[in-house]
């Protein structure tokens, strides 16, 4: 397969003005979901530069980082771990709140989830305020993991999100 151009990616993803609020501009990510040549593309530039045997789980982003997360799980052939709204898992969890680029919310992982000294990949679908990524690497420390990295589909870099996110190697694959 012939390797596909990242304007195409860009090309794909919809903006939406004026969702979920005034003023925000969403971008749908589902028109790439639905391709799937452009789908594989994204998983595979999501794992650049990650070779086979670095990365012992790839955790998500409650919800759209889970699409990618769990693809990219199944491709190195390792574990796939959840970071969830608060409230949605059943077992014994660790909380963060943070502030969203609109609103704030908490997130959740089960305590079990990663093993101390475990190597972990961070994945989600937009790094916009670093929020929600900085909670989600602060739930990974409280398990002790080693963190890889924060790969993102999407960087809003007018907003400045990496700085949150100390100094984790964080990379992402379209850049507003
Ligand atoms: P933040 O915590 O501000 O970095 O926001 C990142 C999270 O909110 C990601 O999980 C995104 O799915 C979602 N998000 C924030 N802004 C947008 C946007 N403009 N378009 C789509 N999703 C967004």
Redo the contacts with the bound molecule.
Sequence with gaps: MHPVPLSEIERAIRNVPDFPKPG??????TPVLADGRLFGAVIDGLLEGVPPGSVDKVVG?????FIFAAAAAVRLGVGFVPVRKKGKLPWTTHEQS?????GSATVAVHVDAVAAGERVLLL????????????ALALLEKLGARIIGANFV?E?DF?E?RKRLGTHPVRSLVHY
């Design positions: 925000i501009q969403f971008k749908d990510i982003i409650d919800a759209r980082g943070y502030d969203l680029e609109y989600d679908d937009l790094l916009a305020t670093g929020g929600t990524a900085s909670a999407i809003l907003l999100g």
